[in-house]
Nanobody, 122 residues
Framework: QVQLVESGGGLVQAGGSLRLSCAASGRTSGRYPMGWSRQAPGKEREFVAAISRSGSITYHNSVKGRFTISRDNAMNTVYLQMNSLKPEDTAVYYC????????????????WGQGTQVTVSS
């Protein structure tokens, strides 16, 4: 079993930055690909970014050039640095982990965090 705990959400003005963190715990948590998804009010959850243990990265087109995903394998933590934030980035952001990065990208991860709210004001 893997537990995921997100932190770092908050309220920021458009153009600002936030850094989300996701700490993973559990016996094998360090070997899983991990990622971030988000769900805005009234919308379905959508993939944002994913990273494998070796550092292979995939982004949703809407965040390329603005968001950066990274991980610290020693700390079993994944980060999402979000720059140039827009009001349409407002959502609950969820951390996830799965056996394969493809599963993370598809939104069918085995493990999910509780979510952290990101609100971008115009």
């Amino acid at each position: 079993q893997v537990q995921l705990v997100e932190s770092g959400g908050g309220l920021v003005q458009a153009g600002g930055s936030l850094r989300l963190s996701c700490a993973a715990s559990g016996r094998t948590s360090g070997r899983y690909p991990m990622g971030w998804s988000r769900q805005a009010p009234g919308k379905e959850r959508e993939f944002v970014a994913a990273i494998s243990r070796s550092g292979s990265i995939t982004y949703h087109n809407s965040v390329k050039g603005r968001f950066t995903i990274s991980r610290d394998n020693a700390m079993n933590t994944v980060y999402l640095q979000m720059n140039s934030l827009k009001p349409e980035d407002t959502a609950v952001y969820y951390c996830s982990a799965a056996e394969s990065i493809g599963t993370v990208v598809a939104g069918h991860a085995d493990y999910w965090g509780q979510g952290t709210q990101v609100t971008v004001s115009s």
